[in-house]
């Protein structure tokens, strides 16, 4: 086997961007590498700024992003957020937490309370575990789509008691029928404000009378089975709150929540189902992260501080090696192309490119999200990520890609391929391709500019421009770019 | 000698909640006329077809195929515990898992029955852009067609020339023996897969000889399309389009009357074709929709309701209605909405059984009363 050299200080770089964001742009990635990596992982971590374009503004000219009622407006309106933000770590944990504690417009029907839940992911998912944890339980998207309106003093719905267990902490495995009863009574009364006549109109699907409204939490202390439970081997008149405690000091809480940051941030591990069976595929990560956990007293982002700065994520087996979620190729592509800087119709065509290619936001598949990694890639699906990056990459009225086009005239004009192709990877972020990827790209513009060379004039010039887009079109359609 | 060809189901979701009554129209029953005072369809505009019942006016090329004995009416179709949320409804329509959110579609695993390792990369075929969940399953390969005359890779590559050498870099580029690993290697077949089908159906459109002329409406391209690609005989079984919306919550009346002539005028298009093309009676078409509506009026529409209306057409089907038409009497309806007699994964073990030959109950999950609505079913 051939030892890889050991990654440049560009390429560690790229690669932290890549995880902890939607990739770098080639200026991006030159400013942090001469700020330093550690340095960087600070700033993503505590982004002095937190900046995107302003909603004002995009409910200016989407009347729809006001009403956030459909998906549409909704995703969209995110994939703005996603786009433009300078602080793109809160972003991908949001996108992180919103994958673990998957909620979906479908149920809800308004997508107004998804979208302030995943306020609160931005708010508390780079804070403390239990915080959030808490926020969860009071938050009425989350009640309503698991049920828990329903869930009564002497009439228990096990619906949120089991997923808070199952996919919120600890996963199958670690507690016992018995503890998800218990840990339902604990969460009697947690339902919200003015329920009957809101679930009714959630389950009429009605905006009548009056439109849609937000919901409120509502701890409702009558309906609250007040009697003592036994929860995981504790027992007392516990209420939601010391359930959300226990969990959180559960040895069992930590490796899944690290289980998944490394799903999301490291490499791919297997389908969700099969955790508890089959062993991590790096289980000294996944201690590493756990440890973290405890020693932070359960703050996410030291978990991630510790993890950014490992061995195991900077080493070569892990760089280029995950599959990139759909909203990873969606935004990663506009952010390469320069992004938006004012409303455009453009962020629908974003937003419906994502569902169709299996990541529809604010519409995960089931209560279990997405489980990502080979599931992303079907052929319809790889259809959609080629065409959508190549069709993004390729249209020149997009500023950074009008930017990089400039850039390279010089070089193609020389007749350099393999110089151009070069140039042309370090402006898409400095993307690594296979030796043999990169040599069949150079024949293909080898081949384009040798045609070039028998014109002149303008036809010359517009053949060379031509060449440099398909050279950035076949860049992004590799399958190396489909890897983050 | 005649070629055996294997039979083949065209899927039409009819998007948006498609009124039953006002389809199929009970234009006879008093408690019809009182519920729809400012929508009823009257006997001088209905389509009659029999036992006091009678088509919307839109769908006069579904009661000629109705003479023929070639439509199926599948009456009171439905589930328990009705929801009324377009999307959890439809979701429950293609995965048929009614009580908790299911993942899996029941023709997507009926394609990994047909051709468990992929082989085919379009046994099925999706005329639309995205994965209707219907359609996904692990290891199931769909092509998703937005439209069969611009389909393919790279399309954003202008120049025909130009596209097609890109085309040949990329596949030498997805090659497995240049892989290293399993990730890679997943990806390069995917991908060449991807290629593969396009290049299969890019050649459909050539193939295809007809002299029928198919409507000018956005419905008929997709059913057209279908047409080209099942008599380029490249193996494909299940076809699925979709078209609305239905959703009528105003101005019902000229919108589902203007709906169901696209969709109708398409199907006999479409009919017209196979049948000269003698390939009729290969094909099954289903029509269904997430739920009917509600059976009272709101003054221009209807709400959304449950208890719904399918079809079958074909030259396999033995026409007719299937189960009663359910009450409509105030008294009788469960919040305002039609009580379903008929579940619709009864009507899926039809389908999957007695036409697509294939094992309905790990499908649907459970045992559910046929209908038993073609010429060949069995008990």
Known sequence: MVTKPAATETQLMSHLLRRAGFGGTREEIDRFTDAGYEATVDHLLSPPSVESMPQDIIRRYHVDQSDLRIQPATGSNWIYRMVTTDAPLLEKITLFWHRVFATGQTKLIQGKVIMTQLEMFRKLGLGNYRDLLLGLSKDPAMLMWLDNQDNHNGAINENYGREILELFSMGVGNYTEEDIYECSRAFTGWTIANEPYNAQKMRNNTARPYGYIGWQFKYDDSDHDHGDKTFLGETGDFNGEEIVDIICKQPATARFIARHLYHHFVADELPVPQWPHLPPRDPEAIEIMADAYFNSDYNIGEVLRTTFNSDFFKAEATRNARIKSPVEVVVGSLRLSGGYDWPTDDVYDANASCGFMGQGLLAPPSVEGWQGGEDWVSTGSMMQRVNYASKVLGDTSRPGVRKILDSLKPTAGEGDAAALVDASLDNLGYLELGDETRQEIVDFAAAQLAEAENLSGAARTAAIEQTIISVLQLAVATREFQLA | ?379
């Open chain 2, 1 to 379: 000698m005649a070629k055996e060809r294997e039979k083949v189901l065209v899927v039409i979701q009819l998007s948006g909640g498609n009124d039953y009554l006002n389809c199929v129209v009970p234009y006879e029953n008093g408690h019809y006329k009182d519920a729809r005072p400012n929508l009823k369809i009257t006997d001088d505009r209905v389509i009659p077809l029999d036992d006091g019942l009678g088509l919307n006016p839109g769908m006069g090329p579904v009661k000629d195929l109705y003479d023929r004995g070639k439509v199926a009416i599948m009456h009171g179709i439905g589930y328990p515990e009705p929801n009324r949320s377009h999307f959890r409804s439809m979701d429950i329509w293609h995965t048929a898992e009614p009580t908790k959110v299911g993942d899996k579609g029941w023709l997507g695993q009926a394609v990994k029955e047909l051709d468990p390792t992929g082989e085919n990369v379009v046994t099925a075929v999706n005329f639309s852009n995205g994965l209707p969940r219907a359609l996904a399953a692990p290891g199931v390969p769909v092509a998703s067609v937005g439209d069969l005359n611009n389909y393919g890779l790279l399309t954003g590559i202008e120049g025909q020339q130009q596209r097609e050498k890109a085309l040949s870099t990329f596949n030498r580029i997805y090659s497995p023996a240049i892989g290293s690993g399993a990730v890679m290697d997943y990806l390069g077949k995917t991908g060449q897969d991807a290629l593969r089908g396009a290049e299969i159906l890019s050649t459909a459109p050539g193939k295809y000889r007809s002299n029928v002329e198919y409507p000018d409406n956005p419905f008929a391209s997709s059913l057209k399309g279908v047409a080209q690609v099942h008599m380029a005989d490249l193996g494909t079984r299940v076809f699925y389009t979709q078209y609305g919306s239905f959703d009528t919550h105003a101005d019902e009346v000229k919108t589902q009357e203007r709906l169901w002539h696209h969709i109708s005028d398409s199907l006999a298009a479409f009919y017209q074709d196979l049948e000269e093309a003698g390939r009729s009676d290969e094909v099954m078409v289903l029509m269904f929709s997430e739920f009917g509506r509600r059976v009272k009026d709101n003054g221009t529409g209807t709400d959304h309701g449950s208890g719904g209306v399918s079809f079958l057409i074909g030259d396999q089907v033995k026409g007719g209605h299937y189960n009663e038409y359910p009450e409509i009497e105030t008294s009788a309806l469960v919040e305002g909405d039609l009580r379903y007699n008929n579940d619709f994964r009864g009507l899926y073990t039809d389908i999957l059984e007695d036409w697509l030959s294939v094992e309905a109950k790990p499908i649907v999950q459970g045992t559910y009363e046929k209908n038993r609505p073609f010429v060949g079913s069995t008990n």
